[in-house]
DNA sequence: TACGATTGTCGAAAAATTAGACACTGAGGT
DNA sequence: ACCTCAGTGTCTAATTTTTCGACAATCGTA
């Protein structure tokens, strides 16, 4: 499992990495939140631990809020734990309402924050298993609509073929399988 | 628009509804969560804007926690927007983990409340679609696995029906659609 | 009521499916 | 190398299904 760090205070960075080394096969740290969008390319990084401030001037929490959902706006996101230590009620309700999977404020516990990260990802695995049904779910349910408009012998032919092909070719079998002659599905196959 | 408010303050109560009045068709108001199972039985509430706490020894909001969780437990459950004088980051997370989808908290914004309860919702509208659509998507695989094993005959015999009752009866009509000859159907028809 | 569409039903022609057979290929086991 | 066996490609003839055209009966509707 690989775990991305990026918090802007260096000292926070090589501390979080040491408690979490244990947890993670795979920790990268770094300062600059602008660093995501290349290091998340691949899609290879299971969970994000995000600062949320990385402008003295601005302590509200809006580059976190920002970065979160940016990240959250690809497909295949990581799991995302948000973690502040200017953390107030309502950036935190934000913070989830984006998609956070968890809010963990400064000082942390360290048992605590494996935990949340631990909860994360697998939160965002089954997220991930649903968004992934859901795309299912529309190209079914146009498939269906297609198939509810065929005519007899398309369908038959349809499903002769993905029978066919779920023998791995063998005729002799699908026929036996689709309870009809070998030969029929012989002048199936040369009619198209 | 049916809204439900949970708080055992009566003033609060008195003036939620009042803020509110404009907005939903009916407010209904209760001081004891306790009735929440039963007002909730008809499925009829748009949205609950749940106080949580209900004991004075215990100002933790865990009394909320409960009854989101017990709201958010049934199927088809109302949107739920916490509101609560004694909240914490914590307790705003782990309340928007079980479901909630807003916290607010105490004294209130008047605007800022209706605005949160008309996008929770939304949001709530939108949740549902997705479980059921979810419902849907486990269906539609299992008829695409039946269908895949079925036998020839077995899959005309279903279309065939499937086409005719579309065609409300209609034998013409679907045989025209099915691309065969009306006297098949009415053979397909006599076999069983 | 009269019309148009649909139904139930027929017989005969056309097409598809079937059973059985046979030589051939290819993979596996001896 | 040899044998066996399952599967292929192909054929014929029998059987079944589908199709076409037709016709009286029925039903909803203008």
């Known amino acids: 499992m690989k775990l991305l760090i990026v918090d802007d205070n260096r000292a926070v960075r090589t ?11 795979e920790i990268a740290a770094v300062g600059d939140p602008h660093l ?13 631990l995000l600062d949320m401030n990385f402008d003295n001037r601005r302590l509200d929490g809006s ?11 690809s497909p295949n996101a990581p799991a ?32 605590d924050l ?3 990260l631990l909860r994360a990802i697998d939160k965002n695995r089954k ?32 499903h002769v073929n993905a029978v066919i092909d779920r023998c791995g070719g063998n005729l002799t079998a699908a026929a036996a399988q689709l309870g009809v002659n070998r030969q029929t599905l012989y002048n199936i196959q040369k009619k198209k």
Chains 1, 2 share one sequence.
Do not use: C, Y
């Open 63 to 73: 580059d976190g809020l920002f970065w979160l959902s940016h990240i959250k706006e």
């Open 15 to 25: 501390t979080l990495k040491l408690v979490l080394a244990d947890t993670f096969d």
């Open 114 to 116: 494996v935990a949340k």
């Open 36 to 48: 995501l969008p290349a290091l998340l390319m691949p899609g290879n990084v299971d969970a994000v």
């Open 80 to 111: 995302v734990v948000l973690i502040t230590a200017f953390g107030d009620v309502p950036l935190a309700v934000e913070a989830m309402k984006r998609g956070a999977e968890d809010f963990v404020t400064k000082p942390w516990d360290n048992d």
């Open 127 to 158: 997220e991930k298993v649903i968004a992934r049904t859901l795309d299912n779910a529309a190209e079914l349910e146009q498939r269906e609509n297609e198939r509810s408009r065929m005519t007899l012998d398309e369908l038959k032919i349809e």
